[in-house]
């Protein structure tokens, strides 16, 4: 974990505890998208116009975890998941399309209506504190007529890269070995969660909001933890957090949420419910077994109850097969992708043997929530060679050669040793 990371997560872990991450008054601007998203909805209940949204899928087995194919030239399966092959954004452009973007799922991809589905929103946080059983609700079609935002946001697993704690540093690493296939950046559409959260009536002395999944209930150990939820300071939630209906121009793939899920940027991937339907918004912290039980560093440097994760750490990937072959001899332009959830990358160096040199930046991703890069490189010789890559974001925070380890080994961000064969 970076200095910035932990100072970032130290900050807001003393908010929480402080009781000081509160909701801001309503400004002037507010008060304007306010009024234009309380017109909309009174359009919406006046003149109950249909409007276009996806089904549930059909001819799916209800009994699988994934929804979608699973190519193996797309994706890896992993138990209940499903990795994204670098060597998939081949000839892609900036965003993952939907066929190939990674899935991560604790039980299985519920098969939701779009029609009845409703969220639901109850807590003392909100004005009256309306209850779980009394909830203030918003329809997926009135949530369609608030004003909507594009995001081109990067969600990432938190063990994105676990599989190399084993495998470069011979330490443990329990849970799904994901090698850095478990991230993709997407465009999403759809409403801030801070403007669902004003027209519900948040209150100013707010803390926390916890979404809750609709998919299935987790049970582990014997012991049902009930569905995937994790709390957001009110902060965070206020800021950048959308509540997404479409992805990448298109509904939500039940995969990923349909019909509507949570997009939190730079955040691990678990700030991102999928299929949220309740959400409970309160004037004091709020605890899951997401941000208490997982999803927060044990071990070595850390105290006694963990750390809790925010943001991302730096990561570097090749979009090319594990193991590759490659002609010696003859040039090779080496692509990849840099990203870091504590700000845009600023720049990325590319070793192959012989040191390393500096990667060129795609001019277009300067500033985005991923950056492609490209390298030139010619093998010397048929035989064995490893290439590494390492991004620097505008934070400083740039890749190790060696992640800190921790008992769930979450947030690898060494430099990952990729081997090619030349021939």
């Known amino acids: 974990m970076s200095h910035a990371e932990a100072d970032h997560d130290t900050r807001r872990s003393r908010q929480w505890l402080a009781g000081e991450a509160r909701g801001a008054g309503v400004d002037r601007d507010r008060l304007l998208e306010l009024g234009v998203a309380m017109a909309a909805l009174t359009a919406a209940a006046a003149e109950r116009e249909p409007v276009a949204m996806a089904s549930a899928p059909v001819g799916v087995d209800p009994g699988t975890p994934i929804a979608?194919?699973?190519?193996?030239?797309?994706?890896?399966?992993?138990?209940?998941?499903?990795?994204m092959r670098w060597t998939a954004l081949a000839g892609q452009g900036y965003v993952v399309p939907n066929d190939r973007f990674f899935v991560r799922n604790h039980t299985e991809t519920p098969r939701l209506d779009a029609d009845t589905w409703r969220l639901r929103l109850f807590g003392t946080g909100l004005r009256d504190a309306p209850t779980r059983d009394a909830p203030v609700e918003f329809s997926l079609d009135e949530l369609r007529r608030l004003p909507a935002e594009d995001s081109?946001?990067?969600?990432?697993?938190?063990?994105?890269?676990?599989?190399y704690f084993a495998e470069q540093?011979?330490?443990?690493?329990?849970?799904?070995?994901?090698?850095?296939?478990?991230?993709?950046?997407?465009?999403?559409?759809?409403?801030?969660?801070?403007?669902?959260?004003r027209l519900a009536g948040l209150r100013d002395d707010a803390v926390d909001v916890m979404p809750e999944g609709l998919d299935p209930d987790y049970v582990t150990g014997g012991i049902n933890l009930g569905r995937v939820r994790r709390p957001l300071p009110i902060a965070k939630a206020l800021d950048d957090v959308l509540l997404a209906y479409e992805m990448n121009g298109e509904p939500l793939p039940p995969d990923h949420g349909f019909p509507v899920r949570l997009v939190v940027p730079g955040w691990i991937g678990i700030a991102s419910i999928k299929w949220v339907g309740p959400v409970e918004v309160s004037t004091t912290p709020l605890f899951s077994p997401w941000n208490t039980r997982f999803y927060r560093m044990f071990g070595p440097g850390h105290p006694v109850g963990g750390t809790v994760l925010g943001a991302q750490p730096v990561k570097s990937a090749f979009e090319l097969a594990w193991d590759a072959r490659v002609p010696a001899g003859a040039e090779v332009?080496?692509?990849g992708r840099s990203w870091s959830g504590n700000g845009p990358?600023?720049?990325?160096?590319?070793?192959?043997?012989?040191?390393?040199?500096?990667?060129?930046?795609?001019?277009a991703d300067r500033g985005?929530?991923?950056?492609?890069?490209?390298?030139?490189?010619?093998?010397?010789a048929p035989g064995r060679f490893t290439l590494r890559a390492r991004a620097t974001d505008t934070?400083?925070?740039?890749?190790?050669?060696?992640?800190?380890?921790?008992t769930l080994a979450y947030l690898f961000d060494a430099v990952v040793h990729h081997p090619v064969t030349a021939h």
């Not at 492609?372 to 010397?380: D, E, G, I, K, L």
């Not at 190790?400 to 380890?405: E, G, L, W």
């Open 68 to 83: 979608k194919p699973l190519p193996p030239e797309l994706l890896r399966p992993l138990d209940t998941n499903a990795e």
């Open 152 to 163: 081109d946001a990067l969600l990432e697993c938190a063990g994105n890269g676990r599989r």
């Open 169 to 197: 540093q011979g330490e443990p690493a329990p849970g799904v070995a994901w090698g850095l296939g478990g991230v993709g950046v997407a465009r999403w559409r759809g409403v801030r969660l801070g403007t669902v959260l």
């Open 333 to 335: 332009l080496l692509h």
């Open 345 to 363: 990358i600023e720049r990325v160096e590319v070793d192959t043997g012989d040191g390393w040199r500096p990667a060129d930046l795609v001019a």
């Open 368 to 380: 985005g929530a991923w950056q492609r890069w490209t390298a030139r490189w010619r093998p010397p």
């Open 395 to 406: 934070t400083g925070a740039t890749q190790p050669d060696r992640a800190a380890p921790n």
